[in-house]
């Protein structure tokens, strides 16, 4: 990682910049349905984009700004992975389970040795450098149940600059011991953390239980208390991902309606709730999704590789709830989100359906940071954002560059550019107005 002119410095790019000021339709395949300013400058001034305009004979900023010319480069939003564990980058394709089984085999082990505070360090800050050179600038977290994790990531995020929202994992039952918490312990913990680091810089807090089979009915009744008790707390947590799953959830919960029905039992379904999979919930549920203004984050990487089923997209954009997109790494087989848009786009063609290129990328980008309630702060190339840009090399090699060159579409040629990148594709990344890739 590098860092280049510190956030007051005035930079200038120049590229084809590429955003959404709008959610588009559903199989819109028009170029109208996303904002394409080919050769246009991008100005950034004290960490937030300060204006726009299109190149021209008289259009380079003066002397005293830094001007990059990235001509013939797309100039993006920073994505957002919207359901990420940092733990859990040292298990990336493990071998064979689904996701009950592979809970205990593989993440309950990587997430123990988190309790060693340096440990905690290195990891996190593997991940949010692993993030950046992807292209990925901000995200929704899950640390483990381990202060010292929460401690080490926010550190780390805040280190690169970096809009990251994450909360101490909390579990009280069937999991290891070494990774069982107590009704009081999370809340002493978590309050602590709440005041240590919500609304530091660009960080906020979110309660986080792990799933409702590992929260005791009296811990999801102290996650409710913490989400109303400080304005602007999140809620992320993981619903519907697994028939087992759902099958142990009713066991569990005899009395509830539904899976979901236990989280908003507890107060736990509001307008800054993040729900991860949410693939086996019927039209009630989603229903009541919109209703209370919460979100869910497709993860489809991981659903592919553990066998945990095929969400369906036109219902859950149809129901208008919040919807994102994210890499659930380490079930999740990449940070790289343009491979998770791609891994969605199979998911939909295994049920028949077909989503496109806008749809995907706009899940990543607007339609993740208005599913978080910061639009007008990421998410889109607008004067008064922050500078959380990316610049994309469209192509690498002859065969890249062929596809871009008889696209008949933008639409077509972004789909390509999907489909064939990588994390090399980055060229740089600006974080809060500072390059750090």
């Not at 799953?245 to 107060?267: K, M, T």
């Not at 090399?393 to 002859?398: F, G, K, S, T, V």
Request: include cysteine; aromatic fraction near 6%.
């Amino acid at each position: 990682m590098t860092s280049a002119p510190a956030p007051s410095s005035r930079v200038a790019i120049l590229a084809d910049l590429l955003d959404f000021e709008r959610a588009p339709g559903a199989l819109d395949i028009s170029d109208a349905a996303c904002r394409w300013r080919p050769a246009h400058w991008l100005l950034i001034e004290n960490g937030r984009i300060s204006a726009i305009h299109p190149d021209g004979p008289d259009a380079r900023p003066g002397p005293d700004w830094h001007c990059i010319d990235a001509s013939g480069q797309w100039l993006m939003p920073g994505f957002t992975d919207a359901h990420v564990h940092s733990a859990q980058i040292e298990i990336i394709g493990a071998f064979g389970e689904q996701l009950l089984q592979w809970l205990e085999r593989y993440t309950f082990p990587a997430e123990q040795r988190m309790a060693q505070a340096d440990d905690a360090r290195a990891c996190s800050q593997d991940f949010v450098d692993g993030l950046l050179r992807c292209g990925t600038t901000s995200a929704m977290v899950f640390p483990t149940v381990h202060a010292t994790s929460v401690d080490a990531l926010f550190e780390a995020a805040q280190a690169a600059g970096m809009r990251l929202i994450a909360g101490r994992v909390m579990m009280d039952r069937h999991a290891p011991a070494a990774l069982c918490d107590s009704v009081e312990s999370a809340e002493r913990d978590c309050r602590a953390l709440i005041e240590r680091w919500h609304g530091q810089g660009r960080l906020a807090y979110a309660i986080t239980p792990r799933f409702a089979p590992t929260s005791s009915p009296a811990q999801l009744a102290l996650a409710g208390r913490l989400l109303a008790g400080t304005p602007g707390l999140y809620m992320q947590t993981h619903v519907a991902e697994n028939p087992a799953e759902v099958d142990w959830v009713r066991q569990l919960f005899p009395d509830a309606r539904s899976y979901l029905d236990v989280y908003e039992r507890h107060g736990l379904l509001g307008e800054r709730s993040m729900m991860a999979h949410g693939i086996w919930l019927d039209d009630i549920d989603v229903a009541l999704l919109a209703q209370r203004g919460a979100a869910v984050a497709h993860c489809p990487s991981s659903n592919l590789f553990l066998g945990s089923g095929l969400f369906d997209w036109p219902r859950a954009r149809d129901a208008g709830h919040g919807l994102c997109l994210a890499s659930d790494v380490g079930a999740g087989t990449t940070l790289f989100m343009p491979q998770v848009m791609m891994d969605a786009c199979k998911v939909q063609a295994l049920r028949g359906q077909r989503v496109t290129a806008w749809e995907l990328l706009h899940g990543a980008t607007l339609g993740a940071a208005q599913a978080l309630r910061l639009q007008g702060e990421i998410g889109q190339l607008e004067p008064g954002c922050a500078a959380d840009v990316v610049l994309w090399h469209p192509a690498l090699d002859d065969l890249q560059r062929r596809r871009q060159r008889v696209a008949r579409s933008l639409h077509e040629r972004v789909l390509a550019w999907l489909s064939l990148a990588t994390p090399q594709h980055v060229a740089q990344v600006w974080v809060a107005g500072q390059r750090r890739v």
